[in-house]
């Protein structure tokens, strides 16, 4: 990608690179080798390739550890909708939220996001679905192989909830729905609307296609705006998970004493058995706790123990009470990964998540878990731009 225009964040080792109004939107290297790329989104009949760029904004935390890139385009014609993105960038994870504003006195009847294109060759890929309320996220997953002929891997109304992707050099990229499951799932709500999820390819290359809505011709929905949240996030073969060391604090989520109100449920009045992360509750105790505790064992790794992402239907956990909305919370266990680690940034110290002993077969291989379990951060020196181990 030669582009003057182009912006990067990251290091020679794994970087984003960012062409906002070009036909790819994004690409993501790693060792200077295309892994992931996003192309540009159609509202409407309008192509964000022809969109102009109005703002952006490039920033790096003191502590080297979260690079950031938003930007915001309109395509200057008929409504003149808008498009914004924020991606937030760690070692081993990537998070977007994009924002689609209809423009002036018009609405959606197609959105289309931008197409995900994986430079090959890959051979395995592994496709999770959306778990029923109050079960582990990763509780249904199917293998497929990959080989040279075109295969249509998956197609569907509905939304996948995470896809894993095994290269042939070994590394693993997985690319999933954010929270916000009842977005990517808005169609089903809608009346005259329909989705598409597909992926599709063959072994040198793979395309993921989202619509998440489509109305019918006579359909008349409303002036509203749409946000869709993913990310991805990767492992290496050289990447491998060494035992808890001596130097190592383990605290147990189970030895919580959480509320009724912060577990995962099904909507039902009886609460789950596991905790969820959206939950207000939650995410203050934890935070207190790991605050006492990073504090406390100043010289010690801290591995939370027996945690793993949850679907949850309770929108009170959403500010939203009475009400159902599914959603489930790898986004806040991923905010809570980079949060800890920032907490002793300073040190050579790390903080670390760790799935039950008794987990699905699948979470453990999940690349995102993998990650949570690693016992290294590489942070992005501010004052040199390299990169370095935490």
């Known amino acids: 990608m030669n582009d003057a225009s182009a912006k990067t964040i ?48 490039q920033h790096q935390t003191l502590d080297g550890l979260v690079a950031r890139f938003e930007a915001t385009l309109q395509i200057p014609f008929g409504a003149e909708p808008e498009i914004r993105r924020s991606v937030e960038f760690v070692d081993g994870i990537t998070q977007i939220i994009e924002d689609y504003q209809p423009g002036k006195r018009t609405s959606f009847k197609h959105l ?29 997953c199917s293998r497929h192989r990959i080989d040279g002929t075109d295969t249509v891997l998956y197609d569907s109304h509905e939304p996948f909830l995470s896809a894993v992707f095994e290269h042939e050099d070994g590394l693993k990229l997985e690319i999933g729905c954010g929270d916000d499951l009842w977005r ?24 993921l296609e989202r619509i998440p809505l489509t109305f019918d011709e006579d359909a008349a929905p409303e ?87 949850h679907v949850c239907a309770d929108a009170a956990h959403l500010g939203r009470p009475g009400k159902q909305l599914l959603h489930w919370d790898v986004w806040d266990l991923m905010e809570l990964f980079i949060w800890g680690n920032r907490q002793i940034a300073g040190t050579n110290r790390f903080f670390g998540i760790i799935a039950p002993d008794n987990a699905s077969p699948h979470t ?24 370095a181990s935490a």
Request: aromatic share 8%; proline share 6%.
């Open 10 to 57: 990251g290091t020679a080792e794994q970087q984003i690179t960012f062409t906002p109004g070009k036909p790819e939107y994004l690409r993501f290297l790693l060792n200077q080798r295309p892994v992931l790329c996003l192309g540009g989104a159609m509202l409407n009949q309008l192509s964000e390739s022809g969109a102009l760029l109005q703002k952006s904004r």
């Open 112 to 140: 289309k996001l931008g197409d995900i294109t994986l430079p090959g060759p890959w051979i395995n890929v592994h496709i999770v679905l959306i778990a029923a309320a109050g079960q582990p996220g990763y509780a249904h």
């Open 184 to 207: 990517w799932r808005i169609a089903e709500g809608l009346e005259h609307c329909h989705a598409q999820f597909k992926i599709s390819g063959n072994r040198e290359q793979i395309t």
């Open 223 to 309: 002036c509203v705006s749409r946000r869709f949240k993913w990310y991805f996030a990767w492992t290496t073969a050289e990447i491998n998970t060494p035992p808890l060391e001596q130097d190592t604090f383990t605290l147990d989520i189970n030895k919580f004493n959480l509320p009724g109100s912060a577990m995962a449920t099904d909507g039902s009045v009886k609460p789950g058995s596991s905790c969820c992360l959206q939950a207000a509750a939650t995410r203050r105790l934890l935070r207190k706790k790991l605050r006492s505790v990073l504090a406390k064992h100043d010289t010690d790794n801290v591995f939370l123990t027996n945690l793993q992402p």
């Open 364 to 387: 453990a291989e999940m690349p995102l878990m993998q990650r949570f379990s690693q016992r290294k951060f590489r942070k992005f020196t501010p004052e040199t731009g390299k990169e």
